[in-house]
């Protein structure tokens, strides 16, 4: 026996999208747009729920801070609690874990020679909560366990593209070594081009965003290889966040994936919205 990657997910994590959902705003004329976009991928997801995700996020200094700035965390623990942002936890379920998986991953990864830093405890914000809600709407509880895996996109010195692609081959080959008969999914989330603060606040660089959807398909490899400055000059200082997709496009070795969805939507918040389900 043994678990396989079956699908990467790819999306935006905007903290306003969970606000609308929330506030049940998604029938508005500012937000039914984006909500029937994504409505096909709700449907690709109820129909091809894994067993377990591996979700790849950032956290926004809430449940780190900079006392402390691990690169790469992963969550082994049996559930995780919504962080407090400022306005109270976001009203969604509490994360269910998997520990056994984590833990597998977590020993073949540091073996493969990625230092990961072990969360016994983590409480998980938008980057994590808002991509559930898109994929999964408002929920009793989440449909299947989630291991977090919190990539260090916030203060610098952050990883490199190429590391983040690395890191999802190991996590890959850590999941088809699994002794357990599982499909997971691996998700990379954030991005795409904004900006939050300073004088390009608001930027959006919808060429650049359709250029990286083109290459993290087709050439994750070259894409891999581009540098931070890139990200930073192209995409907005947030747009870095986008790195982290290519840990889940690493976790699938397929050279040429079946694209089953892609969206892109502007306006939401101050973010271009980008979202991509491949298969192997
Ligand atoms: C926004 C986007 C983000 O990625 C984030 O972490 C916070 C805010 C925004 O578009 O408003
Ligand atoms: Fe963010």
Request: with cysteine; hydrophobic share 40%.
């Amino acid at each position: 026996m043994s678990s396989r990657v079956t699908a990467t997910v790819y999306t935006s994590h905007v903290p306003a999208i969970g606000v609308a959902i929330d506030l049940g705003k998604t029938g508005e004329p500012y937000w039914r747009p984006l909500f029937e976009k994504y409505e096909p991928s709700r449907e690709w997801m109820d129909a091809n729920t894994p067993d377990a995700i591996v979700l790849v996020y950032n956290d926004h200094g809430n449940a780190l801070s900079l006392e402390l700035i691990p690169t790469f965390t992963i969550g082994l623990a049996a559930s995780f609690p919504i962080a407090d942002e400022g306005w109270g936890p976001r009203p969604v379920p509490e994360v269910p874990g998997h520990p056994a998986l984590a833990a597998h991953i977590a020993q073949s990864v540091i073996q493969q020679d990625f230092d990961l830093t072990i969360a016994n405890e983590l409480a998980v914000d938008h980057g994590l909560t808002v991509p559930l809600s898109i994929m999964f709407g408002e929920r009793e509880a989440w449909p299947c366990p989630v291991i977090p895996v919190a990539v260090n996109v916030v203060q610098y010195p952050v990883p490199s593209g190429r590391r983040c692609l690395e890191l999802g081959k190991a996590i890959r080959r850590a999941i088809e070594q699994f002794d357990d008969d599982l499909d997971v999914q691996v998700w990379g989330t954030g991005g795409m081009s904004h900006q939050l603060q300073g004088p390009r606040a608001g930027l959006i660089n919808a060429e650049f965003d359709h250029d990286f959807l083109d290459r993290i398909v087709t050439d994750p490899e070259r894409l891999a290889d581009m540098p931070h400055v890139d990200y930073v000059r192209e995409a907005g200082s947030e747009g870095i966040e986008l790195v982290m997709w290519l840990v889940a496009r690493g976790a699938m070795a397929a050279a040429s994936p079946r694209e089953v969805r892609r969206l892109y939507h502007v306006p939401a918040s101050n973010t271009a919205v980008g979202h991509l389900i491949l298969q192997p």
